[in-house]
Nanobody, 128 residues
Framework: QVQLVESGGGSVRAGGSLRLSCAAS????????MGWFRQAPGKEREALAS????????YADSSVKGRVTISQDNAKNTLYLQLNSLEPDDTATYYCAAVGGGMGCFPGLLLRRDLASWGQGTQVTVSS
């Protein structure tokens, strides 16, 4: 079992930045691959970025590449997502997710509800 708690969301103006955090607890074997996805009202879930637990290899979706940085602090069991140059279209609920080992690590994997553990989400609102 993995527990994930996101924080750091809020309201910002376009062009601003936010850093989201995800505190993880539970089995480390169940959170080999961690990352973030988001969902805006009326839209499908969108995988953003992932990071592998062993070598910290990262992947970012092309839609946000260059504007987001994913990182982790294993000593603190915390995952981060730095969001820069935010745009109104970035308004969404942002979720932290974790998947166990054996399946690789890429953003789309985090959307598999049958494989991944999800947090409750943190709201990001970007105004123009």
């Amino acid at each position: 079992q993995v527990q994930l708690v996101e924080s750091g969301g809020g309201s910002v103006r376009a062009g601003g930045s936010l850093r989201l955090s995800c505190a993880a607890s539970g089995s480390i074997y169940s959170r080999y691959c961690m990352g973030w996805f988001r969902q805006a009202p009326g839209k499908e879930r969108e995988a953003l970025a992932s990071i592998a637990g062993d070598d910290s290899t990262t992947y970012a979706d092309s839609s946000v590449k260059g504007r987001v940085t994913i990182s982790q602090d294993n000593a603190k069991n915390t995952l981060y997502l730095q969001l820069n140059s935010l745009e109104p279209d970035d308004t969404a609920t942002y979720y932290c997710a974790a998947v166990g080992g054996g399946m690789g690590c890429f953003p789309g994997l985090l959307l598999r509800r049958d494989l991944a553990s999800w947090g409750q989400g943190t709201q990001v609102t970007v105004s123009s």
